[in-house]
């Protein structure tokens, strides 16, 4: 693996000597926070004070005033109102946020939601559905996580007297954005809103938040659980804005007063006083609630959220957890299956992308294979399967080096529909077309990436000079949550001396080291024979590492996790 350092970027000195002499942080330190993009002491002060600063207003968003008034106008008259979300977990909080606040903060019942059937329907609006709410008697629908596309599904609706209020945040084309939507919130649309990487539960939250604001309502950290969720599982970037609402949702996911949630943190196994991270969110949680919509249907898991029948909330918690199982088992299998296909297949000289068809493949599990699949292989790759349809179906997951969306716009002409994000995409084609389509975008790879680039890398934030300690490490938590668009941080020693090593099961390693006088606890995961060879007393090597905070019988000790190393 490649080890790349940060780009030193300049620091304003006041800020240098701010850090230096007020929270006597070292250097390796006050460069990974300028390498972030904290480079002036105001941002910094931002960070210190993370945990208290204030969110946006939601009016910032330029349709968000006349949704909160068309939303109230409806309640007063007596309108069905019908939220029309999407079967992933964003998609899931952002409609149990939106019909739990309207049942029990504004007091109104007539409101139900529709979540399309994941195989069966497909993601976003579909004309079947929206005919089956008209029927419904609905004058106002509200869509969360989708709809940014679905111009001619909300043009059906507004020639039958329904307003459509788009709540959404994937990036949009242009010529599918509904121009007779009654209101469009989407910070991807927006030209005012300054956080443009809010997942749909995000903007779904600011809606919720907006309305309360109009009705003088407040309350407080409700909903923080559910925002958190749906952004940490939709692996957004973790902006500023994200980071606020990940962190204080965390709080609110381990006290939660929402019966579902803590029914299906008790099945999870997640103890009443865990501290919750990103990974109880995104390894734990998340993958139970979108069991649901993978296997089954995703409308069990809004019902685990919403009901107040207490016999229904276990037993959907337990199935949701039944069937998690069941979706890894499958999940392997298939992945599996992909392998044997790849086998003796791959060229790595010719293969820019990895497109690999099955018709018994399970849509539901594609883009979990898929992303599988992209760690072994290091190249953007799309898992595709067919649908009753007669479609095509499936999801692609890249590399940081591929917009993958960008790859896939550039070969639309040969798709039906798609759509994503930079590192995740669907989309659905003929399959006559499936040949085309991967000649197309492999040609376009090979025009805007080298090989090289697909060679795996590691961001080091800086190398260390000084020692490592427990206090420092705990300041720089205070930008957490890690995941996408804000990487755990790594920094590097050289010339590690191995002390003693110590082998433990599922491959796990541990080693005490010493560099320049001061002896380090080295955690190493998924060691290997090779790993043993080189990590052994009496050995240098320079290491690349993760510091965190070991509690142990409430003693705090400091725990540096292997990234990489190098054999010095």
Partial sequence: MRWIYAD???????????????????????????????????????????????????????????????????????????????????????????????????????????????????????????????????????????????????????????????????????????????????????????????????????????????????????????????????????TRENRIIARRGFKKIANTTNPGLKALKQVSAIKPDAVITTYHVGFILGPRINAAGRLEHAEKAVRLFVSRDR????????????????????????????????????????????????????????????????????????????????????????????????AIKASHKHLERYGGHRLAAGITLREENLHAFIKTINEYLKTIVKKEQFEPVLLVDSAVDEPVSLKDIKFFDRLAPWGEGNPKPVFSMAGVEIKDVKLFKSNTMKFYGSHKGRFYNFLYYGYDEEDAQNLKSGNFVDVAFTPTVNVWRDEESLVLEVSDYKTA
């Fill in 8 to 238: 030193d970027k300049p620091i304003e000195e006041s800020l240098k000597n701010e850090l230096q002499d007020k929270l006597a942080l070292p250097a390796y330190m006050i460069k990974a926070f300028a390498n972030r993009g904290i480079d002036t002491f105001e941002k910094a002060k931002d960070v210190f004070e993370i945990d208290s600063a204030p969110l946006y207003p939601p009016n910032l968003f330029e349709d968000m005033d006349k949704s909160v008034e068309r939303i109230l106008k409806a309640v007063k008259a007596g309108e069905k109102i019908v939220i029309y979300g999407d079967y992933d977990v964003d998609g899931v909080t952002a409609t149990v946020m939106l019909f739990l606040f309207t049942r029990d903060w504004l007091k109104y019942d007539n409101i139900a939601y529709y979540i399309p059937h994941r195989q069966d329907e497909g993601y976003g609006m579909n004309l079947d559905a929206l005919k089956s709410i008209k029927d419904g008697g609905a004058g106002l629908i509200i869509s969360v996580d989708c709809g940014i596309s679905a111009k001619k599904e909300v043009e059906y609706c507004a020639n039958n007297g329904i307003d459509v209020i788009i709540t959404d945040h994937h990036i949009p084309d242009k010529e599918s954005v509904p121009d007779r939507a009654f209101a469009i919130i989407n910070p991807k649309v927006s030209k005012k809103y300054p956080e443009k990487e809010l997942s749909g539960a995000g903007v779904a939250y600011k809606l919720v938040c907006a309305i309360a604001s109009a009705e003088k309502i407040n309350p407080g950290d409700e909903f923080l659980d559910f925002a958190a969720l749906g952004t940490i599982a939709d692996i957004v970037p973790l």
């Fill in 311 to 406: 016999e229904e909330i276990e037993r959907i918690a337990n199935e949701l957890n039944s069937v998690n199982e069941e979706r890894k088992a499958l999940t392997n299998r298939t992945h599996e299956e992909a392998l044997a296909k790849l086998k003796d297949r791959f060229d790595e000289d010719e293969d820019f992308v990895i497109v690999l068809y099955d018709e018994g493949w399970n849509a539901g599990i594609v883009g979990l294979v898929a992303s599988k699949v992209l760690r072994g292989y290091n190249r953007p790759t799309f898992i595709l399967t067919k649908s009753d349809d007669g479609f095509i179906h499936g999801s692609a997951r890249s590399v940081n080096s591929v917009n993958i969306y960008e």
